[in-house]
């Protein structure tokens, strides 16, 4: 906008004599009465500042996203055989036309690189709408039981029906919408209030981890190597089916998150301060909860309940775009970068190739720790 | 006239009924001060004016139009309100929870325009808090964050104002700096503002009317010297007292006797 449009506050210049209502003397007079030039000066001050909140934005979302297109391609170079990036760019645009190459980067590495891409998306966007919608960095939906109830259905369904593709997911789906209808029903009351929510959450977690173990005690050894192995999470093992779900469920989620940020944004408040400003508190909430609970699940159900991603995506994004701005884009390209990451010291780096899931929660348990000691400190975690 | 009143108005949490069948009017382009003894339901009120808590019986016009008949963002053009304990995300600048005070101007797509800042421009000079725009709110006093509260409330740009308790937690220089801030508003741009205040001496000192609760009900309506006499405080407070005049302003004192 023009900075010619507030030439016309609604402040008098002249020190008016006010129409006063009757009952007392004299109101208090203002010490300072704004002059015109104050308020163009406030004015300067404040689209400036909004225009350097909305560059770092900006800068910051696309270094992400280019950080990220960097590692997908890079994930793909490195293997028993390395190639050139030329090579897997060439191979994914298909303008290098060589079956063997085809074979390698689309057939063989192209699938476990779009998981780690997508479930880290998936993961990071989860994580930061239940960090600020419960108004608690510990809330992410790994750690306060979402992660495990899906976990859990999908374990039973592996050991006990013996189903896989879109079965597991449908019952992660399924276990991840009870799970959190459960935190719901136990937790919520008028709103969610400090450790109130993260404890029960810790409960429910415990709860269904247990049952998951009870489960496996009854699986016969081949299932349970299986649905250990599937626990410990790994990008390398979603079906085609999976991925191809995690993926539509991404093109039509992350842009509904992107628009239902505003309402985050006011919700971050307090109830009765949304609801103030006109915000339909229960129906924004449940349609910013269904989107975490659906891309949670999802990437569950496709990589098995990876840890700690989706707890350090929003944080880290946050350090980046400054304190409490919750770019919900950044947060999921963050959690894609980290899972990328994880995935080629998992499988590349290390001596012995690991599932990815014990890197990261190698990498994020020392940071739970860190948030657990400075927001006891702050007494800021609720 | 008034274009924020209560008809009949029930309310209540669960089933426990605080307020039963009342009937107020806000006067327009004053300020208004609810005052009563704790749990007489004045903040009760003031929520179920604001649309916070949804009437049991009864019906709250904003305009001649039913609340419950209107948009909840239209609403929220023209209906502003501080509640009793608004929570900041960790970290968030005072320029960031002001402008978020500009939400139900704003579309699905229409992001940031002239208007906005103007009015978030309007709404830190008029709190005197454009100097603390690049400051984390933890960082400030009580008294610079209760302003910057009032600042995130006038950026939404409304006629009518309602704040819960503004002057709880604040010390006695905060009180008074902030009811003047309200007393400036109200006489530099006519906006109506209904406050639910603790302190008697303050509220008569600086509100025109004041509404008298006690047990759910209005016990007293009217400027504070019609209101407030030994015989109202003794009914609604339980407190014998002698009224003096303010040495200041004349308006009227209330001592325990």
Known sequence: ?382 | MSRLRAEGLSLGYDDRAVITGLDVSVLDGRITAIVGANACGKSTLLRGLARLLKPREGVVYLDDRALAELSTLDVAKVLGLLPQTPVAPDGITVADLVSRGRYPHQGWFRRWTGRDHEAVTRALAATDTADLIDRPLRALSGGQRQRVWVAMALAQDTDLLLLDEPTTFLDINHQVELLRLLRRLNTESGKTIVAVLHDLNLASRFCDHIIAMAGGAVVAEGSPAEVITAELVEKVFGLSCVIVPDPVAGTPIVVPA
């Not at chain 1, 919408?177 to 937790?187: H, T």
């Not at chain 1, 489960?215 to 990008?235: D, I, K, P």
């Not at chain 1, 039509?252 to 609801?275: K, N, T």
Request: zero cysteines; charged letters at 10%.
């Open chain 1, 1 to 382: 906008m023009a900075a010619t449009t507030h030439d016309t506050p609604d402040t008098p210049d002249t020190p008016a004599t006010h129409a006063t209502p009757e009952t007392h003397a004299a109101p208090e007079t203002p010490d300072t009465r704004d002059t015109r030039d104050a308020l163009a000066a406030v004015f300067g001050a404040v689209r400036a500042n909004r225009r350097g909140r909305t560059a770092r934005i900006a800068v910051v979302t696309s270094a992400l996203a280019a950080a990220v297109a960097t590692l997908f391609v890079v994930t793909m170079m490195v293997g028993s055989f390395r190639l050139s990036a030329a090579e897997v760019v060439g191979s994914l645009l298909g303008t290098i036309d060589d079956p063997s190459l085809d074979f390698v980067v689309l057939g063989l590495r192209l699938p476990t690189a779009a998981t780690a891409l997508a479930v880290g998306l998936a993961l990071g966007a989860s994580g930061t709408i239940f960090q600020q919608l419960l108004r608690n960095p510990l809330a992410s939906p790994d750690f306060v039981g979402i992660s495990s109830g899906a976990g859990l259905a999908a374990v039973t369904g592996l050991v006990f029906l013996h189903v896989s593709g879109i079965a597991i997911a449908g019952l992660a789906l399924g276990g991840a919408v009870v799970a959190a209808l459960l935190m719901y029903v136990l937790a919520w009351r008028d709103g969610v209030s400090g450790y109130r929510f993260i404890l029960i959450g810790i409960g429910v977690a415990a709860f269904f981890e247990g049952l998951t173990g009870f489960v496996l005690t009854r699986a016969q050894l081949f299932e349970a190597r299986q649905a250990m192995h599937w626990l410990t999470g790994s990008v390398g093992q979603a079906s085609d089916t999976e991925l191809r779900l995690l993926l539509g469920a991404l093109a039509v989620l992350l842009p509904l998150a992107m628009l239902l940020q505003r309402q985050l944004r006011v919700l971050e408040l307090g109830d009765d301060a949304a609801r103030g400003l006109g915000v339909p508190t229960e129906l924004a909430r449940a349609g910013l909860l269904a989107t975490a609970v659906i891309l949670v699940a999802l990437a569950v159900a496709a990589a098995g309940p990876l840890v700690f991603v989706a707890l350090v995506a929003g944080p880290i994004a946050n350090r980046l775009l400054g304190p409490a701005t919750g770019g919900i884009v950044a947060a999921a390209l963050v959690g894609a970068a980290v899972l990328l990451t994880a995935d080629l010291v998992a499988v590349h780096l290390l001596p012995v190739a690991l599932p990815t899931g014990v890197v990261t929660g190698a990498v994020g348990a020392p940071y739970l720790l860190w948030l657990l000691a400075t927001t006891n400190r702050q007494g800021a975690g609720g």
